[in-house]
């Protein structure tokens, strides 16, 4: 049951990471799964933004370093387009 719950949970924040563009910085404008490693990895040493951004940004750096960036990006164009 508690692992139901918890997928379901994390279903739920990969489908809103999906539609979510970055709002500031270099990448401004680019949908977050759009963003390279190499500037994920640049926050995970700087330090992820405070708040749901922070939380989006570890979690799309925890997918793509497990190899999922390209589930991400079909998911993408599933969902938006």
Same mark, same amino acid.
């Given at each position: 049951?508690?692992?139901?719950?918890? $997928?379901? +949970?994390?279903? @739920?924040? /990969? +489908?809103?990471? #999906?539609?979510?563009? $970055?709002p500031?910085?270099?990448?401004q =404008?680019?949908?977050l #799964?759009?963003? *390279?490693?190499?500037?994920?990895?640049?926050?995970?040493?700087k330090?992820? *933004?405070? =708040?749901t951004?922070?939380?989006?940004? +570890?979690?799309?750096?925890?997918?793509?370093?497990?190899?999922?960036?390209?589930?991400?990006?079909?998911? @993408?164009r599933?969902? /938006?387009?």
């Open positions: 049951m508690i692992k139901d719950v918890l $997928m379901e +949970q994390l279903a @739920h924040q /990969i +489908q809103t990471l #999906i539609g979510q563009r $970055m500031f910085g270099k990448y =404008g680019r949908w #799964i759009d963003l *390279p490693v190499a500037y994920l990895q640049w926050f995970e040493r330090g992820f *933004p405070a =708040g951004l922070g939380e989006q940004l +570890q979690l799309l750096y925890q997918l793509k370093m497990d190899g999922n960036g390209d589930v991400l990006r079909d998911l @993408h599933r969902m /938006i387009g």
